[in-house]
């Protein structure tokens, strides 16, 4: 069973920097897999942050872009590597709850779905960030 358990988030004045981290126990069943950072504030929807395949290729929201920079460490083709979200000039609209996500079968970034939600088997609790 896949469990993912994320850390690093906090309050933070505008402007400053945060870096999110994604633990992750239990096996993977490909070599390829893709991850991602989603974040969800209070009374809006669940939106796609950041995402990357096992080959690294990357993607990002819009408004992130440039500020974000998502990574991942080597890893046993059997395990899921840890993942990063490095957060520099945070906004006050970047507060919101952050989650890790993780696929079974990789790709989805190449895909062009690396943010939509639909493909990701596995969620951590989330790590809170807010920006004051």
């Known amino acids: 069973h896949v469990q993912l358990v994320e850390s690093g988030g906090g309050s933070v004045l505008a402007g400053g920097s945060l870096n999110l981290s994604c633990s992750a126990t239990?096996?993977?069943?490909?070599?390829?897999?893709?991850m991602a950072w989603f974040r969800q504030a209070p009374g809006k929807q669940r939106e796609g942050v950041a995402a990357?395949?096992?080959?690294?290729?990357?993607?990002?929201?819009?408004s992130v872009k440039g500020r974000f920079t998502i990574s991942a460490d080597s890893a046993r083709d059997d395990l899921y590597p840890t993942l990063y979200l490095q957060m520099a000039n945070i906004e006050h609209e970047d507060t919101a709850m952050h989650y890790c996500?993780?696929?079974?079968?990789?790709?989805?970034?190449?895909?062009?779905?690396?943010?939509?939600?639909?493909?990701?088997?596995?969620w951590g609790q989330g790590t809170q960030v807010t920006v004051s």
């Open positions: 996500a993780a696929t079974k079968y990789g790709g989805w970034v190449r895909e062009g779905q690396g943010l939509n939600y639909r493909p990701y088997n596995y």
């Open positions: 990357i395949d096992s080959d690294g290729t990357a993607i990002y929201l819009e």
């Open positions: 239990g096996a993977r069943i490909s070599s390829s897999v893709s």
